[in-house]
């Protein structure tokens, strides 16, 4: 028994719980979720029984709250060494580590204008210039590491790991608004979306009943 809670949103919406939640479900670790609707009045006081930062996606673990999903996904990898969180070799672990910082603090114009929604199906819609320079330095950023580092598997590194966690989100976003890619990424795209847990975390997220408005800009 590891102890562990994941405190998330709403998985239709909630990119950042399903970085987390992802990592934990393909390093096949076993956790209790606990699942908070986003933005209905009862939510701040829901969140604030588990995350000091009123946000989530949380990891409790015993007495310990994590908050933050790249702070919970690097307390993971202190915790369960032996999983392959980041990439062994030195140069690559770098560049790893490099890129889910720039998707955690990064990518403004695609969050606003390209919710997470994975019941929608809204090709073409919120493709601005700025969020065009957005996918261009995602795609940019594929190409490089499976060019230089991802030959001997599907995903960014080869191997799953942190780095795809936090780049699968703007898998669903691709998914829902149908950004066109070239050969490389289309396959790395095909290699997230269809993860089992990737395919559970939609499934879930489709048949949700709650609607956020904000959330929800072109299916009006």
């Known amino acids: 028994m590891t102890n562990l809670t994941l405190v998330i949103g709403n998985k239709n919406y909630s990119s950042w719980s399903l970085r987390p939640w992802l990592a934990m479900r393909q390093f096949g670790l076993e956790f209790d979720e606990v699942r908070i609707p986003l933005y209905t009045p009862e939510t701040p006081a829901q969140i604030r029984q588990y995350s000091p930062s009123g946000k989530v996606p949380t990891l409790l673990h015993g007495n310990l709250v994590i908050w933050d999903s790249l702070a919970i996904c690097e307390y993971l990898a202190e915790l369960f060494p032996s999983f392959h969180w980041y990439p062994e070799d030195r140069a690559a672990r770098a560049l790893a580590r490099s890129i889910s910082a720039e998707m955690h603090s990064g990518f403004q114009a695609l969050r606003q204008n390209m919710g997470m ?27 490089e590491c499976r060019q230089e580092f991802g030959t001997k598997g599907e995903f960014l590194f080869g191997r799953f790991t942190i780095a795809d966690a936090m780049y699968a989100p703007v898998v669903l976003r691709f998914m829902t608004y149908g950004v066109p890619l070239d ?22 997220g489709v ?13 009006k």
Do not use: H, M, S
């Not at 919120?126 to 190409?143: A, S």
């Not at 490389?184 to 395919?199: K, S």
């Open 183 to 204: 050969p490389v990424c289309q396959a790395y795209y095909q290699a997230i979306l269809t993860l089992p847990a990737t395919q559970a975390w939609i499934d879930a």
């Open 117 to 143: 929604n994975c019941r929608a199906k809204l090709p073409g819609k919120g493709l601005t210039p700025e969020v065009e320079k957005d996918i261009d330095r995602i795609t940019t950023i594929w190409k």
């Open 207 to 219: 048949v949700e009943t709650e609607i956020i408005p904000q959330f929800e800009l072109f299916t």
